[in-house]
């Protein structure tokens, strides 16, 4: 191996050893304070989580019982039950009219793990991805732990807290490999079109890079019905997981679409990292698709339609701006500037004197993190109402 | 960032990626063989898995069900249960007399969930970790996912093919962060009695490293009770799973009991990773250290012990020498140097010709696995009787 500047700038970047370079979430001291609140005895309504409160649907979780019973407890494939996978590839083409071959679906330990294995499979040391601030912490932390970078960029309301062509045309370096995006997005809700989604394919491909889209908000969409990248771009990276829209979240659960030429690599390190994914989880999914089912989800969907509507309304009326409208997901993603420009201390002054758990903008960027909230709705709606009147009396006292 | 030689020699210890420096199980391709003449309708008797014929106990997978019948499908925290990290802690100390903190104890998507943290956390790129040759092939794979290096030790059946303290002290170098060893050890089934791991232990502390103890075999033991290296370092890292003794494979969850100082940084970057280990496991784990559970556990590991003593008679018998008796875990470790210098050759002829799959020695490591192949007794005695009678008579006409 050569000792020229660009072996150097790749394996100089970083000082410090990954573990210091990953912080934790700061939503969990939120969430560790909101449980010492609730043991003192203080009603705290949860608007901090990214988990629904629906547990899964009946049908899966029979489904699994049954399996179980049978005594299907061993491992699968390291790549998961070929019978899942084609049931998924079958999913693109009911509900999205795309053709996929089933040995392109690979089943992870949910969506982390997909993005584990990918990482692990596609970064090289020094490699970088592009990912937009604001976005998902977790995902530029996957690109440090295998000496790669994630490198946010500043995105801003007009392009609805996306990446456009222009900005990847403007970011793309030479150790750029990856751009990174997510439809419907975290923290924002913000849904890509298929327009957006191939300019943005294309000015990858421009690049030699590869194209990773995060789909795991999928099926969780509020105006129309919901995309896939592979519609306008097959050789896309999917990730998606059966633990939003499906409810699935404790099993852990995801799965891939890749290109077919990866599958082989991808298959021995999933071996090495995890043997396989979770055998109850799969039994669980094989009902996912099941018409019992789905329709239990599309009766949570417009359940929570109703609170992404009375938030949209109820949330500028407190004085915070909604600078991209959620067409998916279950998050709102607001601007606080009115009233803050620390948005961590923010929410442990709101959660101490009201009792209301938010999420501090800083963990989803650099950027504009500091005056922004994110407000999930997996909480009723009375329960929101009931926020809702605290954080207003709140704000009129302070 | 300093150019010194120390810098460039961590990181040009690499010129691949680490794709290609990890190499899939040959088992695999053994498999793979086996279920196509089974598709045939040849009758394949699998030596080969790594995974016993039990079914998860019903006690168990009854916890399980009640559980997500009640609606606990959603995350954990991070580490796991807190209530479960109690049970195991309390296990500690009714099986092996030994107090531990349960803070210590971490859950993880299998034991290959652990290894995966535990390297992403505690080494750095170019580090090494002292490894037994023969071993489990995913242990070097998992440093070399993060820039590191397992380092292979040829060891004899003088060491029982095991570590020691001198070869500890011949082999550590200025970078070398830690040694692994498993007991019980697979492929060999050989057991680290407890003046052993302290001696090892005690190697490890004078040169500031590491020391790790595989322990996902524990309880499946033969000739004494299990012991644990916690009892006589209480430094050292274990390695758990509730894989196999308690019949739990498909589940994917394991622990870890590390030092107390460690736990946030494995706390964060479990969030990243895994967000949490799954939940319907460790509802099932939950009823594992009942003694319901743990008397099936007993009957079946002496189903074991009885397959154990066939094939120590059998497969002497046979030609194959036994170097080394496992007194723990399901494998059998033969030499079959009388017979073959090529163990995935020979593997695949007796595949071929009989329909009996085993595991090639060099699967396990660079050194003797060209003549050393490795027999599971994970399939009834009947089996194992015929599979013994189909070989001797390959054997004899070859």
Same mark, same amino acid.
């Given at each position: ?18 573990? /210091? ?12 304070? $909101?449980? $010492? ?7 705290? !309504? ?50 999205? $009219? ?34 937009? +601030? ?67 394919? +294309? ?10 889209? +995060? ?15 592979? $519609? ?94 959620? /067409? ?33 903008? !800083? /963990? ?35």
């Amino acid at each position: 191996m050569s000792h020229d500047g660009v072996t150097m700038s790749q394996h100089n970047t970083h000082n410090t050893h990954r573990s /210091d370079d990953i912080q934790p979430f700061h939503v969990m001291a939120i969430l560790a304070e $909101a449980q $010492a609140l609730q043991a003192q005895g203080v009603d705290v !309504i949860h608007l901090e989580v990214g988990e629904p409160d629906f547990p899964t649907p009946e049908p899966m979780i029979e489904a699994a019982v049954s399996a179980l019973r049978a005594g299907k407890t061993g491992y699968t494939p390291a790549l998961g039950m070929p019978v899942l996978r084609e049931k998924i590839a079958d999913y693109y083409w009911q509900r999205f $009219a795309v053709r996929i071959d089933p040995r392109r679906v690979i089943l992870t330990p949910g969506a982390s793990g997909a993005l584990l294995l990918l990482s692990a499979a596609r970064l090289q040391p020094g490699q970088r991805m592009l990912l937009a +601030d604001p976005g998902y912490p977790c995902n530029r932390h996957f690109a440090r732990l295998f000496e790669a970078h994630g490198q946010l960029i500043t995105t801003t309301a007009a392009s609805r807290f996306q990446l456009t062509p222009e900005l990847i045309a403007q970011h793309w370096q030479s150790n750029t490999r990856v751009a990174l995006v997510a439809s419907p997005a975290n923290p924002t809700g913000a849904v890509l079109d298929l327009p957006h989604l191939r300019a943005l394919a +294309d000015a990858v491909r421009v690049q030699g890079g590869e194209f990773w889209v +995060d789909e795991i908000y999928q099926g969780l969409n509020y105006n129309k019905a919901p995309q896939t990248v592979l $519609a306008v771009a097959d050789d896309a990276v999917v990730l998606n997981s059966f633990s939003k829209y499906f409810g699935m979240t404790g099993w852990r659960l995801g799965w891939s679409v890749v290109p077919l030429a990866w599958v082989p690599t991808l298959e021995k390190l999933a071996q090495n990292m995890f043997l396989a994914p979770p055998t109850p989880a799969q039994h669980a999914a094989l009902a996912a698709f099941d018409a019992e089912s789905l329709a239990i989800m599309e009766t949570r969907r417009h359940i929570l339609s109703e609170r992404r509507d009375y938030l949209l309304t109820a949330l500028p009326e407190l004085g915070f701006e909604v600078p991209v409208v959620p /067409d998916g997901a279950f998050y709102v993603y607001v601007d606080a500037s009115r009233y803050t420009d620390d948005s961590l201390l923010f929410c442990q002054q709101l959660l101490a004197d009201t009792g209301v758990a938010i999420t501090p903008g !800083i /963990d989803f960027g650099d950027h504009a993190g500091h005056h922004h909230l994110r407000f999930a709705f997996t909480t009723p709606l009375p329960r929101l109402q009931q926020a809702m009147a605290r954080i207003q009396e709140w704000l009129a006292q302070r």
